[in-house]
């Protein structure tokens, strides 16, 4: 069974000339599953054939005209042609375009709106920039050379300079606000590092977050540190991508780290910010690891003394007891959890430290003080469960 699968120009005065664009066969049954409709490598071919035609009839069809001299209005003629290869998502194409010369006053035209040294259309410089902001340049190249007709510049180091050009053309944009302005927007922001490949300098911090409405509104932010980007006006510009007015409520989200704290303030974000429970999960798990080491003795014998087993035991359980309650959404119960073992905390102070990198310190209260924990509270912006952090507790509280 066979197709021919042909092009026609249809204009004003109806069909045109007809091209035909490629010959598809395939089985006349479907006992194997894999002769089922057509292959990937037909539809590249089919895609690729279709794009180098269409393209053609533009580029006859673009000669034909005479713009007018941007200087002296005059019409243009033809002064030569030059070939320009453009990189489409549906393949590489040859353009024979015109230059034009106005007979006038001398002056040349190009005729057309884009640069004579652009090499590519916009929509493969989106997907490109897209998909390597998903994954890794190699990644996205194989990507691309498997699913599209793709056949320059799918190199990887191809895709990390186009890539870093759509970036820095984008931090230059000024921000679009949507027509319905955010009634709340929730803000997070943290940071990590990873290896670098510059001489001298192993790892970079990167800062990383984003902003969300409550409407599915949602842009994605980040930054090198010590890199020349002004954070605070990348979170700045994103806010106002999402809609922010004077009367947006602000709700963010971080980790414990003050420099984090001073870059949402700096952007705007005065609210102080909640923790996560990613941060709040990792302090949980250091405070278990100090609960289960509690001494039960009273002194240097020994000897178990009941109420500090006792204590121990209920520091044990509802430490336990808050993962569940805080993940959750169980903010009062997390608090009643707190509040119980700060009522039994009264048996180990005056402790002293027993681990090895802190011998030093002389009161182990000061490393298991549930009062300088950060307090569930349910966010404004989402719905979920943030923390915030009320203060710390002295020693003697």
């Keep these: 069974m066979a197709w021919m699968l042909r092009l026609v120009k249809i204009g004003g005065e109806g069909e045109g000339p007809c091209t035909d664009i490629m010959e598809i066969r395939r089985p006349d049954d479907l006992v194997?599953?894999?002769?089922?409709?057509?292959?990937?490598?037909?539809a590249k071919l089919l895609l690729a054939g279709v794009q180098r035609e269409i393209v053609a009839a533009q580029a006859r069809d673009h000669a034909v005209r005479r713009?007018?001299?941007?200087?002296?209005?005059?019409?243009?003629?033809?002064?030569?042609?030059?070939?320009?290869?453009?990189?489409?998502?549906f393949g590489q194409v040859t353009l024979r375009l015109p230059r034009f010369r106005c007979a006038a006053c001398g002056g040349i035209e190009a005729g057309v709106g884009w640069p004579s040294q652009c090499r590519s259309t916009p929509e493969l410089d989106r997907l490109q920039a897209h998909l390597c902001a998903l994954m890794t340049y190699r990644t996205a190249a194989d990507v691309l050379g498997q699913m599209f007709p793709v056949d320059a510049g799918t190199h990887h180091e191809t895709l990390r300079r186009h890539t870093l050009k759509v970036g820095e053309a984008l931090g230059e944009c000024a921000a679009v606000r949507p027509e319905t302005p955010a009634s709340a927007i929730m803000v997070t922001l943290d940071s990590t590092f990873i290896r670098?490949?510059?001489n001298g300098e192993r790892h970079l911090e990167v800062r990383v977050g984003n902003v969300e409405t409550q409407s599915g509104g949602r842009q994605v932010f980040g930054a090198v540190a010590k890199a020349g980007t002004d954070i605070e006006a990348l979170?700045?510009?994103n806010l106002d991508a999402v809609g922010r007015t004077g009367d947006t409520a602000l709700t963010a989200f971080t980790d414990g780290c003050p420099g984090l704290r001073r870059i949402l303030a700096d952007a705007g974000v005065t609210t102080p910010p909640m923790l996560d429970w990613?941060?709040?999960?990792?302090?949980?798990q250091h405070l278990k690891q100090i609960a289960g080491a509690l001494p039960t003795d009273a002194g240097a014998l020994p000897t178990d003394d009941p109420a500090r087993g006792a204590a121990r035991a209920?520091?044990?359980?509802?430490?336990?007891?808050?993962?569940?309650?805080?993940?959750n959404g169980k903010a009062k119960d997390a608090q009643v959890g707190i509040d119980r073992i700060r009522a039994v905390m009264h048996h180990f102070r005056g402790e002293p430290d027993?681990?090895?990198s802190n011998r030093g310190r002389s009161d182990s209260e000061t490393h298991f003080r549930f009062g300088c924990y950060w307090t569930p509270v349910p966010t404004g912006a989402s719905g979920s469960l943030g923390c915030s952090r009320p203060g710390r507790l002295k020693n003697d509280e």
């Excluded at 209920?314 to 993940?327: F, G, K, N």
């Design 278 to 284: 990613f941060h709040v999960a990792m302090r949980l």
């Design 354 to 356: 027993r681990r090895r």
């Design 67 to 89: 713009p007018s001299c941007a200087r002296c209005g005059d019409v243009c003629r033809v002064k030569d042609y030059r070939d320009h290869a453009v990189s489409t998502l």
């Design 196 to 198: 670098s490949c510059e």
């Design 235 to 237: 979170i700045r510009r």
């Design 314 to 327: 209920v520091i044990v359980e509802e430490v336990e007891r808050l993962h569940w309650r805080i993940w």
């Design 32 to 42: 194997d599953i894999a002769n089922l409709g057509l292959t990937l490598a037909e």
